[in-house]
């Protein structure tokens, strides 16, 4: 199972910083490929960024790449995702996923239940 | 890569047997999952490289294809099936098609 968790409203200021976490359990967190998806009515579903399960690498959308940072705690079974410099286009679903593979890339299992962050002043 | 899904829409009735169809824009392999989403969820992973059935996923449930053809088939339509589908390839770039809703 999946727990997204955010501590804020919902609501973002443009040009700030997205903080989220995911809180991963009944399964061997390391051995898999965790990730972030978002979903927007416009664009639909969208894939940010992927770490495999020893965070050895990050893989990220070319659309975030240089905004997002993706980081994972296994002795903590925990997710992470920063993501800088928001505007009105990051309005959207933000999902946590977990991957089939340890290395990735993979289908998506199992998913969080999403949070709606808002972008705007 | 481009996945495109048709039709955007379909409506159906229970029972019957319907497909949707996911285009890519160059060779994916194998790499071809599809998803289902209800209102106000997360999607669902039903079938994972164009053809594995996901854990607890009915069998009314069926994907084929390859290259960059591939197609998603119920069987006979149920109630709960009433959603919409998205594609997605793995072969990269984590790109989803568009969806395809299904309606009653």
């Known amino acids: 199972e999946l727990q997204l968790l955010y501590s804020g409203r919902g609501l973002e200021q443009p040009g700030g910083s997205l903080r989220l976490s995911c809180a991963a359990s009944g399964f061997t967190f390391s051995n898999y490929a965790m990730g972030w998806v978002r979903q927007t009515p416009g664009k639909g579903l969208e894939w940010l960024s992927s770490i495999t399960g020893r965070a050895e690498n990050t893989y990220d959308a070319q659309s975030v790449r240089g905004r997002i940072t993706v980081s994972r705690d296994n002795s903590k079974n925990m997710l992470y995702l920063q993501l800088n410099n928001l505007g009105a286009e990051d309005t959207a679903i933000y999902y946590c996923?977990?991957?089939?593979?340890?290395?990735?890339?993979?289908?998506?299992?199992?998913w969080g239940q999403g949070t709606l962050i808002t972008v705007s002043s | 890569i481009l996945m495109t899904q048709s039709p955007s829409s379909l409506s159906a009735y229970v029972g019957d047997r319907v497909s949707i169809t996911c285009r890519a824009s160059q060779t994916i392999s194998t790499n071809l999952n599809w998803y289902q989403q209800t209102p106000g969820k997360a999607p669902k992973l039903l079938i994972y490289?164009?053809?594995s059935l996901q854990s607890g996923v009915p069998s009314r449930f069926s994907g084929s294809g390859s290259g960059t053809d591939f197609t998603l088939t119920i069987s006979s339509l149920q109630p709960e099936d009433f959603a919409t589908y998205y594609c997605q390839e793995s072969h990269g770039y984590n790109t989803f098609g568009q969806g395809t809703r299904l309606e009653i």
């Open positions: 490289s164009v053809s």
């Open positions: 996923v977990k991957e089939t593979s340890p290395g990735g890339p993979g289908a998506f299992d199992s």
